[in-house]
């Protein structure tokens, strides 16, 4: 079969223009942690969006349903990721999954009060604690995007002007991409999804992450919203929940079964890594994985 060479790297930032965009890595991990991969899955890249459903999470299991959602709707708003766009009414963003609605989220996660670093050291924590494995940012690749971050400074000036987060709108941008830098792999990421398919629970550490409300809340968000304006086609093609990343991850995750992960880094016009979409489509259909297909 020919390779599928199509999709450009992610040029906005500029660490990951110059990725090698012939990676390919695959790894699926089961809810009692048996971990299976193949390809470059000892290639660490940047988590960028893949982040946004577990800082969610965390948001969610720190300052409990009420408070996040008064920030943050669940609506898919069929945009582009990065758009600038608040719900009429209430300015709120509309998503955890779009980029305003991701920085709305990332000042919820730790108890309130929390100062920048702090909260930025417990998101840093609660991926780790997904991954089983200590995490750590890429500055390169940190230092890159806040240097050129002025959309993001728009989107969080908006949410302060909308009284959606409090405090210094520039620290929550910081927070926010330092959050996206985080390095994984994508055996890391088959396990954060598995987590989030094991109720909560890292299969391979036993750790309880975040309860069992909240990953329902999560994955609900994931299968509206992962995808951007991809989103019902991935629902309709694929079929399980997902979120990808401009650094070319894409995980799924399937309640009681797997978690997915792929790596590679050509994006289509979404943001959404082209090989991945591809490899997903295949996994589901051949192993009969989507959840509107009876079993
Ligand atoms: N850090 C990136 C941004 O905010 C994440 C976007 C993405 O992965 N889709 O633009």
Redesign the pocket.
């Known amino acids: 079969m020919e390779a599928d060479h199509s999709g450009e790297t992610?040029d906005?930032?500029p660490e990951l223009a110059s990725a090698d965009p012939d990676r390919l890595a695959v790894a699926i991990c089961t809810e009692d942690g048996r971990l299976y991969s193949q390809g470059d899955s000892d290639v660490a890249f940047?988590i960028?969006?893949?982040s946004?459903p577990f800082v969610y999470a965390l948001a969610l299991a720190d300052r409990g349903f009420d408070a996040v959602m008064e920030k943050v709707s669940v609506e898919p708003s069929g945009d582009a990721?990065?758009e600038i766009s608040f719900e009429a009414g209430t300015g709120r963003p509309l998503n955890p999954m779009i980029?305003a609605g991701?920085i709305a989220a990332h000042t919820l996660a730790g108890p309130s009060g929390a100062t920048p670093q702090e909260r930025t050291s417990r998101i840093i924590d609660g991926l780790s604690a997904f991954a089983g494995r200590r995490l750590t940012v890429d500055s390169a690749v940190y230092e890159s995007?806040i240097a050129t971050?002025y959309?993001?400074r728009a989107l969080a000036n908006m949410l302060r002007a909308n009284e959606i987060i409090e405090g210094e709108p520039l620290d929550a941008v910081t927070g926010?991409?330092r959050q996206?830098?985080l390095l994984v792999t994508v055996d890391d990421l088959a396990l954060m999804a598995a987590t989030l398919a094991n109720r909560g629970v890292n299969p391979l550490t036993g750790a309880p992450v975040v309860p069992a409300e909240v990953v329902r809340q999560v994955l609900s968000v994931m299968a509206t919203c992962g995808m951007?304006d991809g989103a019902g086609h991935w629902m309709t093609n694929v079929g399980i929940p997902a979120k990808?990343?401009?650094?070319g991850g894409v995980i799924g995750a399937l309640p009681g079964q797997v978690g997915i992960a792929t790596f590679s880094p050509r994006l289509d016009r979404h943001?959404n890594s082209v090989r991945g979409v591809d490899l997903f489509r295949r996994f589901t259909s051949e192993m009969g994985l989507h959840l509107m297909e009876v079993p």
């Not at 990808?244 to 650094?247: E, F, H, I, L, Y």
Request: aromatic share 16%; charged share 10%.
């Open positions: 992610a906005y930032i940047s960028q969006s893949i946004k990721f990065n980029n991701a995007e971050a959309r993001n926010y991409t996206c830098s951007y990808s990343g401009v650094a943001g």
